[in-house]
């Protein structure tokens, strides 16, 4: 059964961290993009971070840029997302996405429509 499963949420206080995984079960993320997305209340998902399948590329949104850091590791299976200096705005549900072959060629990771694989999401709240 293919899976993806976050984990890694929480409450924090502003300009503190927390780092998500995302792992996958049931089929082999090296041939995967992998994007971060986030869902606040009454807001639509969007799409903020993403790493190529091909070479690691990676791309950031400027509301996270320099704050949030995109790894994977293939030995694991998942992906990561470090996020520093936490802002009360990035409270949000944040949810992984995978798609395969995603970055290599032409192609982008962040054509945030092609995503096609989900996980179920954690809640990240930043408050003091």
């Known amino acids: 059964q293919v899976q993806l499963v976050e984990s890694g949420g929480g409450l924090v206080q502003p300009g503190g961290s927390l780092r998500l995984s995302c792992a996958a079960s049931g089929f082999t993320l090296d041939y995967y993009a992998v994007g971060w997305f986030r869902q606040a209340p009454g807001k639509e998902r969007e799409g903020f971070s993403c790493i190529s399948s091909s070479d690691g590329s990676t791309y950031y949104s400027d509301s996270v840029k320099g704050r949030f850091t995109i790894s994977r590791d293939n030995a694991k299976n998942t992906v990561y997302l470090q996020m520093n200096s936490l802002k009360p705005e990035d409270t949000a549900v944040y949810y992984c996405?995978?798609?395969?072959?995603?970055?290599?060629?032409?192609?982008?990771?962040?054509?945030?429509?092609?995503?096609?694989?989900w996980g179920q999401g954690t809640q990240v709240t930043v408050s003091s």
């Open positions: 996405g995978a798609v395969p072959g995603l970055g290599s060629g032409s192609s982008v990771c962040y054509a945030w429509n092609e995503y096609d694989y």
